[in-house]
């Protein structure tokens, strides 16, 4: 049986998505295809205790998946289809050998029930002055995904420049029930910012950082981790 810690703000994200999605799966690691945890796993969205395992069906095929982003920081995403097949998000922005780094993470940010990604890549920034051109993908491809994440449609997240991108999480920040993204961009001088980025429909709205979102480059994934957490604690991996 699944089990679910809910509260608060979560529920209310946790409720729309889950009677919206109907994507996600939270038997264990993912369940045995045809058991009864795998059938309530595919009806229910949920991560695991830490928040780096998201069980969804991510392709849209009626089979439960497993993401996992092992530090919470999306440079690390991997999705496991329940077929058994595995793909890296970000090899398909950032190639090996292509020199970029790239971030992925996961949520119904259109609010209509199919799972989306957002996928960032751009070349490493470290520098106090960071360049403007640094970022060259950050986009939304809506689902249903697909075993390919190619998406039904795309729309960039448009920022006044392109600045390298750290991560991304998926998050709840303007407390409304949806998902909306949270983008941590280089600020130079080993600082991270914040930008929280809603949705109305397709259309993504960046917002402004503020001095109040900024993180040491070593740090900022401790200090901002709602994440998949959101989308309520299933039991069992
Ligand atoms: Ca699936
Ligand atoms: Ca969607």
């Known amino acids: 049986m699944q089990r679910t810690r809910i509260g608060g703000v979560r529920a209310s994200l946790l409720t729309v998505m889950a009677s919206s999605m109907l994507l996600c799966g939270c038997g264990g690691t993912g369940g045995a295809e045809g058991s009864d945890a795998y059938a309530a796993a595919v009806k229910k969205p949920c991560a695991g205790e830490r928040g780096t395992v998201l069980h969804a069906d991510v392709d849209g095929d009626g089979r439960a998946d497993v993401v996992t982003d092992p530090g919470r920081d999306s440079s690390r995403t991997r999705v496991a289809f ?41 070349r490493r920034d470290t520098t106090d002055d960071p ?91 401790q200090r901002y981790k709602p994440g998949w957490s959101d989308f309520g604690t299933c039991t069992g991996d």
């Open 82 to 122: 329940g077929g058994g097949k595995t793909v890296r998000p970000g090899a398909l922005v950032a190639p090996n050998g292509s020199g970029l780094a790239a971030a992925s993470t996961f949520a119904d940010f259109d609010g209509d029930g199919h799972l989306d990604m957002a996928v960032a890549a751009g």
């Open 131 to 221: 360049a403007a051109s640094a970022g060259r993908v950050q986009e939304i491809r809506f689902g249903p995904l697909g075993a390919d994440l190619k998406g039904a449609s795309r729309t960039r997240i448009a920022f006044d420049d392109d600045l390298f991108v750290w991560g991304l999480r998926a998050s709840d920040a303007d407390h409304d029930g949806r998902a909306d993204l949270a983008v941590f961009r280089t600020a130079g001088d080993g600082q991270v910012a914040r930008y929280d980025v809603t949705f109305d429909r397709r259309r993504a709205r960046t917002g402004q950082q503020d001095g109040d979102n900024a993180y040491d480059v070593p740090h900022w994934p």
